[in-house]
């Protein structure tokens, strides 16, 4: 058995986002741990060495399963797994040792003597060739992630989606997102997963928004957009599937007890995970590695992204505008000329060729977002491969006439003062210039949640917030404009975005919830009581003996200087003196505990 005391030591001298990570790690019971001499028992206990076996591969174990430091012996001493020593070396706990040996004897490779029959050769072999119906499967399905993420981050821009409690979006999301990402709806879910691993969406609070990633990563190419999201949701996977993946790329069980014998539930459960999520990306198609998925475990190189883009339809960069109103994009347009476009038209059909439609309404909401009308014809006339039809350029002319004939404007600061009958004043104002489209949105039945009525200058008011009353004026297809107190024109968005954040990562830290930081916290204050730690180890021991009546041999220092080891029973301890039972002599004896310097179990 080991002496924990050295083990002791070494937690002590960790910093707290270390200890916190191993705490997380190794799960001891939080509540039976009142300093650090009872983390390092509880370290030493076989189950609590299994969490911290089940990343670490075959030959690792193997070595820690022999008494051999780990050739990672960073993350084993991390792990602690094995206790470092400036002048011996590092040591590994025959505890640690013993687990690591049962995990090998629990899980032989196919081929070890007593081994289970071989598995099948696995899914995804490198050296077969994918025949042509996989192969233009995976190219379907990378082609619809990446216009379905490009598609998310765009609709969470309109709208943010709801995430559930312990995580997802909502089924009722789920069902309202999957036929504007021609998705089934239990797609959805998984491939908003892979986003927010790629950064280009996140969660805040209770609900999923875009973030500012996703406009660097619409500027790539085809093959660029999906080797950045695949990459980065591999990277996102908890470890070790990412190197596992890598190397073995495969996602059979049988694989990943192969190579990591203490895997456990969880690991298996992210692996299927994994394996779901990359038949979406395709990554593996019909059980089999894609070229995808080859480039993708490769690393990619400079070149990669341009090999992918021969694989997926080649994006255009003009459309025609129809004399219908109807804008037709004969091949996959790039999300940054999709996002302008979706300003001035509505999406109809997505597809390899997608269709939209301009209206009054697509133009006013275009020019209430920062277009004006030269910027629009502009845009236009570069995009269309027909030139601008007469209708269309009648849209752009009325739109102007009309944009801002509708205000919505922030009442001053100084005016949003209680009324003495204690009544909250209105805090928006809406304006025109014509008195008859006053009279008709006061009159408008679609706007009654607003509350309208008239104002003493004409104009009408309401206790709804400007961005409400901004929005709801727009949905009701009316050309509003916002300003705020002091006149000056304000661009509504109807969506927060996210500011860029990093892709998930398998070596993010983790978040510590309160009960592990909590323990941090009493183990630093019992450490801070217990300055000398030889004494309060030596005390410890002896408290256990006295409890259990345990038999030992104390080394007692002598008033000449002299060690005189005794065979004692201990009887009591109490205010640093240790009665005993001098098992030799037969007699009775009171010892300081000071005195004490050696202690074994007899």
């Known amino acids: ?105 629990e899980h032989p490779l196919p081929d070890a003597p007593g081994a289970q029959d071989a598995p099948p050769a696995p899914e995804g072999d490198d050296t077969a060739e994918v025949p042509e119906p996989v192969a233009a499967t995976a190219r379907e399905r990378a082609f619809t992630a990446i216009t379905a993420v490009a598609e998310l981050v765009q609709q969470l821009r309109v709208a943010p989606a709801r995430v559930r409690a312990r995580g997802g979006v909502s089924v009722a999301e789920e069902k309202r997102l999957a036929p504007l990402l021609s998705l089934e709806p239990e797609a959805v879910g998984p491939l908003a997963e892979v986003a927010v691993a790629a950064g280009l969406a996140a969660v805040d609070g ?36 990412p190197e596992h993946l890598r190397t073995a790329r495969v996602t ?58 021969a694989e997926l339809p080649p994006e255009v960069d003009q459309v025609y505008l129809q004399h219908d109103l109807s804008v037709i994009a004969p091949g996959p347009l790039s999300p940054a000329l999709d996002a302008r476009l979706r300003l001035a038209a509505d999406l109809e059909n997505r597809g390899v060729a997608s ?30 491969l027909t030139g601008i039809p007469q209708a269309v350029d009648y849209l752009l002319t009325e739109g102007a006439r009309r944009h801002g004939l509708v205000r919505v404007v922030s009442r001053p600061a100084s005016e949003l ?54 929005w709801l004026l727009l949905d009701a297809r009316y050309p509003v404009i916002a300003e705020d107190a002091d006149g000056r024109v304000r661009l509504m968005r109807r969506a927060r975005v996210l500011p860029a954040r990093p892709a998930a990562s398998a070596d993010t830290a983790p978040t510590a919830p309160a009960a592990v930081t909590d323990l941090v916290l009493r183990l630093r204050d ?13 005390a410890r021991l002896l408290d256990r003996a006295v409890r259990a009546r345990t038999p030992v041999t104390i080394g007692v ?32 004896r009171t010892v300081p505990v000071a005195n004490i310097v050696e202690l074994t179990a007899i």
Do not use: K
């Open 557 to 588: 220092r002598m008033p000449d200087g002299s060690t005189t080891r005794l065979d004692v029973t201990p009887l009591s301890l109490a205010n640093g003196r240790l009665r005993v039972s001098d098992e030799r002599a037969g007699v009775e």
């Open 1 to 105: 058995m080991s002496d924990p005391l050295p083990l002791a030591r070494r937690l002590t001298r960790l910093d707290d986002d270390a200890l916190i990570t191993l705490l997380l790690t190794r799960q001891p019971p939080p509540r039976e741990l009142r300093d650090f001499f009872d983390l390092a028992d509880a370290l030493l206990d076989p189950a609590s060495i299994r969490p911290a076996l089940r990343t670490l591969p075959r030959t690792e174990l193997e070595r820690l399963a022999s008494g051999a430091a780990p050739a990672d012996l960073d993350t084993a001493v991390a792990l602690a797994l094995v206790v470092p020593d400036a002048e011996a070396g590092p040591s590994v706990p025959p505890e640690v040792a013993e687990t690591a040996g049962l995990v090998l004897a």
């Open 252 to 309: 059979a069980a049988t694989a990943l007890d192969a190579a990591y014998p203490a895997a456990d539930e969880p690991m298996h459960t992210a692996l299927l995970d994994a394996a779901e999520r990359g038949e979406l990306l395709g990554v593996w198609a019909s059980g089999r590695l894609t070229l995808f998925g080859r480039t993708l475990f490769e690393s990619a190189t400079d070149t990669a992204p341009g090999a992918l883009d």
């Open 417 to 470: 003062h209680r009324s003495t009958a204690g009544d909250e004043p209105p805090r928006t104002l809406v304006q025109s210039a014509d008195p008859s489209l006053l009279t008709a949105l006061a009159a408008d039945q679609a706007l009654s949640a607003l509350g309208l009525r008239r104002d003493g200058d004409g104009a009408l008011a309401t206790r709804a917030t400007p961005a409400s009353a901004y």
């Open 206 to 241: 209770e609900e999923l928004l875009s973030t500012e990633s996703a406009d660097a990563w619409s500027t790539l190419t085809p093959g660029g957009r999906w080797l950045a999201l695949a990459g980065r949701w591999l990277d996102g996977l908890p470890a070790p599937l």
């Open 526 to 538: 019992a450490a801070r009581r217990t300055p000398d730690d030889a004494d309060a180890w030596t």
């Open 355 to 384: 269709a939209y439609r301009i209206s009054q309404p697509s133009i006013d909401r275009a020019l209430s977002s920062g277009e004006t009308e030269e910027s629009l014809r502009e845009f236009l006339g570069a995009l269309s």
